[in-house]
């Protein structure tokens, strides 16, 4: 690892990690194809209808792919953009903490953790046909003390998350 | 004449946006690789990255540098 801002303390070990859900991901990147082949469709389609009406017999065919290649570029950036949220977006879970680390966008990044004494309940939440069939949803997590309570989106196998992070608390309990 | 004129502005004007994207795919190149090497969890994945994003933004540059130049 050559993580910046994940500093764990000597006794510390990451007993998970999780992102969010590839069907999050999917969505993302499905809507990024349908936005790249878009202007070819539209570009057949409505060169179509202008032969059938004799309107043009399309002969602006350099100018279209020139714009095209320039869209999939922006496209491809676009994309790039969108892996990088996801593989930055990440939750661990050591001995001691729970620790959220979450991309926003290119410049906009925040890293949270509540240590696991201070938890309180952990509520895992299933909303929807999609998430229930692939296994996802919301992770809620209520801690002591004025800190916020802790809410992540769209992680997979929230019961098994749950769990160790049950387990990860009891035992750090009982060896305080 | 005047066909003339604006087959050459068009040319100009594509340069510039083919120069002026490459300068932003740079930029961009630049800040992803940023983030994925100084946050990422793996040094190989991040590489692997890399090499995808400019080998694929290298291939779609080629081809608007041909369709440009075919106008």
């Given at each position: ?84 949220n ?17 991309q926003k966008g290119l410049f906009n ?68 | ?71």
């Amino acid at each position: 690892m050559h993580t910046q801002l994940l500093q764990l303390d000597i006794d510390e070990e990451i007993l998970f990690r999780v992102r969010k859900h590839w069907f999050i991901f999917g969505v993302e990147v499905f809507s990024i194809i349908v936005v790249a082949i878009l202007p070819l469709f539209l570009y057949v389609l409505i060169g179509n209808i202008l032969i059938e009406h004799n309107l043009t017999t399309i002969p602006y065919t350099g100018y279209f792919f020139a714009l095209y290649s320039g869209w999939l570029i922006i496209v491809w950036m676009s994309l790039f953009s969108i892996w990088t949220n996801y593989y930055l977006d990440v939750w661990i879970l050591t001995t001691k903490r729970f620790i959220a680390r979450d991309q926003k966008g290119l410049f906009n990044r925040t890293t949270a953790s509540f240590r696991l004494e201070r938890l309180q309940d952990v509520i895992i939440s299933i909303n929807g046909i999609i998430p229930t069939f692939l296994n996802f949803g919301t992770l809620e997590i209520q801690t002591a003390g004025e800190e916020s309570n802790f809410k992540a989106y769209g992680l997979p196998n929230l019961e098994l998350l749950k769990s160790k992070i049950l387990d990860a608390a009891g035992k750090l309990n009982t060896s305080i | 004449m005047d066909s003339i004129d604006i087959k050459e502005i068009t040319q100009s004007v594509s340069e510039v946006i083919f120069y002026g994207l490459i300068v932003i795919f740079i930029l961009h190149a630049i800040m992803l690789a940023y983030h994925w090497f100084a946050y990422g969890e793996n040094k190989k994945i991040s590489t692997l990255a890399l090499g995808i994003y400019l080998i694929g933004g290298g291939i779609l540059f080629l081809i608007l540098g041909i369709s440009i130049s075919s106008i």
